[in-house]
């Protein structure tokens, strides 16, 4: 059964680090995995989708990377800002499920304080 | 392009009472999803549409669970009866096809059972 990990369950940083939020999974049979943003009485905009065959993907300060082998993805932050205070999640479509599945963590939420 | 939407956004009920929530997917989208997000917990599906059938319905609670997707398009899922532990955020989402689609999700409906 896939199981899914996030650590830590939440930080709390100045403005301007660059930090990591990690993710875990189970059983390495997935079709890809993403990471997702989740403001407090909103839905989850997706941020980053990598595929399975893929390293890492990149949008704008957000870097993330998958080591499918190890079970492990990583989501790097350059220089944070307020506005990036969130819950992020992982979530990985195993292939044993089918259909698009999402299987996810239970979260990192992060808080970035001026 | 009009998102995923839900409603209503809150419901309190008492237990034993029911309640339904309604959904409308991105126009066009073919796959639609209903999850449970328990407070500090990640999403979980509880049910996945393909056009009006269903895929997967694996974690429902079938016993009081029920959810239907009529014409492919709209849907709707009900408690009956409610129970304490039911208490959670249902969301919605949809994706394009069946395949390894990104997911798009509503705000969600924050149910409370007392």
């Known amino acids: 059964k896939q199981e899914v990990t996030q650590i830590p369950a939440a930080l709390s940083v100045p403005e301007g680090e660059n930090l990591v939020l990690n993710c875990s999974f189970t059983?390495?049979?997935?079709?890809?995995l993403q990471w997702f943003r989740q403001d407090p009485g909103k839905g989850l905009t997706s941020l980053l989708l990598?595929?399975?065959?893929?390293r890492e993907q990149t949008s704008g300060r957000l870097n993330a990377s998958l080591d499918k082998s190890s079970g492990r993805s990583t989501l790097y932050i350059a220089a944070s800002q307020p506005g990036d205070s969130a819950t992020y999640l992982c979530?990985?479509?195993?292939?044993?499920?089918?259909?698009?599945?999402?299987?996810f963590g239970a979260g990192t939420r992060l808080a970035v304080h001026p | 392009e009009a998102g995923v939407a839900q409603s209503p956004r809150y419901k309190i009920i008492e237990k034993r009472q029911s309640v339904a929530f309604w959904c409308n997917p991105i126009?066009?989208?073919?796959?639609l999803y209903w999850y449970q997000q328990i407070l500090g917990q990640g999403p979980k599906l509880l049910i996945q549409?393909?056009?009006?059938?269903?895929?997967?319905d694996s974690q429902l609670p079938k016993d009081r669970f029920s959810a239907e997707r009529l014409k492919g398009v709209d849907s709707t899922l009900k408690i009956q009866p409610a129970k304490l532990e039911d208490s959670a955020v249902y969301l919605c989402?949809?994706?394009?096809?069946?395949?390894?689609?990104?997911?798009?999700f509503g705000p969600g409906t924050r149910l409370t059972v007392l």
């Open positions: 979530a990985v479509s195993p292939i044993s499920g089918g259909y698009n599945k999402l299987i």
């Open positions: 989402a949809s994706s394009r096809a069946e395949s390894t689609d990104t997911q798009y």
């Open positions: 549409f393909q056009n009006n059938g269903v895929v997967d």
């Open positions: 059983d390495s049979a997935i079709y890809n």
């Open positions: 126009s066009g989208h073919a796959t």
């Open positions: 990598i595929q399975s065959s893929q």
